[in-house]
């Protein structure tokens, strides 16, 4: 099948029922991790800018949790942002990278501006665009990482899946859609990734800027604009990553974080987690030292005293600390004042982490640490080599899903907010429109 017949063609209500569930459920995630990062600097910062400098026009959209109305490539940049500053989003392996935090505040953005020129999208056509994005953006995203010398952040591929996305919403012509693949390819962003987890900032990974070049490619090509072929779709060299299109999906190998904080952080928390449920004596005053054995890009995080949210949730320390003081991490733990709480510092500089030859070498196939827990009372706790919670093989429940939904989006929104976007999206496919769900999604909401 070639790509823009996928584009066109495919149906959310064809995909195999395992992938709608994941495709809905994926949705439903992100738009928790705007939610609860609707109040953070970061989602400030970024909205100041959009609405200072992308001023609406023929096209209008409403920034997310917000309701200002912004042209739809400063509303791409606020959502990509603001998705990317809570570091909860799903991901997947073989690309290295993420699809969800840039495709989906990009196509709400644009989805948004559409229906403001009075057009209708259905919420099966909306759910369409979002597989479609998905599928494409992390095809990408595997051809990039196979072809590239240097580890890319997720803003360097996952504007090619909003082009694939939005050209599905607007019905581009094969012309438009192959020059506006081109177009996002010659000027996505480079995002060396290793040097934003040694140096954490808002920059994280890229997703404002490949939602921003998305949704200016499709714009440039229906101007008129022409772009190169685009090389991680074209090449003969890459083909192994698109041949089978529409027979395998890759959404159904991505993973999902409980927390949110790096994901190769991620298996330490499972791993003390699972020792904090298995034994009571675990608690804030009864830890004498923590180990953390790991693959070494793990170890590189670090992140013991954090001078920012940033370098709190690109970290190992300080969120396994937070877990274990607090007994969850959410928003409140990673953001805001909680990065001088004196009692998770405490227990931070408690632990070390050093690299395990063994994970290095199991590493990036398998994602895994093991921690071990000196308590004072003379107790020592081991867990098992230990693979991170929300892997294909260690799937959230549904009602984890939830559960983590109202954890992230209860600083933000009230319950009745919560109740009303859940119910939606859940029934969303049944929808002969979507104006109610970006109606939720562009109320300012508050928590009070």
């Given at each position: ?7 066109q ?17 994926s ?9 609860g990062?609707?109040?953070n ?12 400098n992308?001023?609406?026009n023929?096209l209008?959209?409403?920034?997310l949790f917000?309701g200002r109305s ?5 509303a791409?940049?606020?959502g990509?942002?603001?998705a990317d500053s809570?570091?909860a989003h799903?991901?997947h392996?073989t690309s290295?990278?993420h ?8 196509l ?6 559409y229906?403001?020129?009075g ?7 909306f759910?369409?665009?979002i597989?479609i ?7 990408a ?11 890319h952040?997720?803003g ?17 012509s ?5 020059h506006?693949?081109?177009i ?8 060396p990734?290793?040097r ?7 920059l994280?990974?890229a997703?404002g800027a490949?939602?921003?070049?998305g949704i200016?490619?499709?714009?440039l ?12 779709v074209?090449?003969d060299?890459?083909q192994?990553?698109?041949n089978d299109l ?11 974080k ?6 190769w952080a991620q298996?330490a928390?499972?791993?003390?987690s699972?020792?904090m449920?298995a ?5 804030t005053n ?8 790991t693959?070494?890009?793990?170890m590189?995080?670090q992140?013991?005293?954090p001078?920012n949210?940033?370098e709190?949730?690109?970290?190992l320390a300080?969120?396994?600390a937070?877990?274990i003081?607090?007994?969850q ?6 953001t805001?004042e909680a ?5 998770i510092?405490d227990?931070s500089?408690?632990?070390?982490i050093?690299?395990?030859t063994?994970l ?7 994602i895994?640490?093991?921690v ?5 009372d ?6 098992p080599?230990t693979q991170?919670k929300?892997d294909?093989?260690t799937?959230m429940t549904a009602e984890e899903?939830i559960a983590?939904?109202?954890l992230?989006?209860a600083v933000s929104?009230?319950?009745q ?6 119910k939606e999206?859940?029934?969303l496919?049944d929808?002969?429109?979507c104006a109610t769900?970006f ?5 300012p909401?508050s928590?009070t």
């Open positions: 099948m070639s790509l823009y017949a996928f584009v063609n495919t149906q959310f209500s064809q995909l195999p029922k395992h992938t709608q569930s994941l495709v809905s459920t949705l439903l995630d992100i738009v928790g991790i705007l939610a990062a609707k109040d600097q970061t989602t400030q910062n970024i909205r100041h800018y959009a609405a200072s992308y001023p609406p023929a209008s959209s409403r920034l917000d912004v042209h739809p490539m400063g791409a940049w606020a990509g942002f603001s809570l570091d799903e991901g392996f290295k990278g699809a969800g935090a840039t495709v989906v505040p990009a709400l953005a644009l989805a948004d501006a229906l403001a020129q057009h209708a999208v259905s919420g099966e056509e759910l369409s665009a597989a994005a998905y599928e494409t953006g992390l095809r995203g595997v051809a990039l990482m196979d072809t590239a010398a240097e580890y952040a997720s360097a591929f996952s504007g090619l899946g909003v082009v694939c996305g939005a050209a599905r919403l607007l019905k581009l094969e012309a438009e859609f192959l506006a693949l081109g996002a390819e010659y000027f996505g962003p480079r995002c990734m290793m934003l987890v040694d140096f954490p900032s808002m994280r990974d997703h490949g939602a921003y070049s200016n490619a499709i714009l090509a229906q101007a008129g604009i022409t772009g190169a072929p685009a090389e991680t074209q090449k060299l890459i192994h990553c698109w529409g027979d395998r999906w890759e959404i159904d190998a991505q993973y999902y409980p927390w949110p904080v790096c994901r298996p928390l499972t791993a003390v699972q020792l449920q034994h009571n004596e675990v608690h009864n830890v004498k030292a923590i180990r953390v054995e693959f070494h890009e793990s590189r995080l992140g013991h005293f001078q949210a940033d709190a949730q690109y970290g300080f969120p396994l937070a877990l003081c607090k007994g991490v959410g928003p409140a733990e990673v805001g990065i001088n709480d004196q009692a510092l227990i500089r408690k632990i070390s050093v690299e395990s063994e290095s070498a199991r590493f990036p196939k398998e895994l640490s093991r071990t827990l000196e308590l004072l003379g107790t020592t706790l081991t867990s080599i991170a929300g294909p093989e799937a899903f983590k939904f109202h992230l989006a929104l009230t319950d907010h919560i109740q009303k976007i859940i999206i859940q029934s496919q929808k002969s429109h769900l109606d939720l999604l562009t109320q909401g928590c």
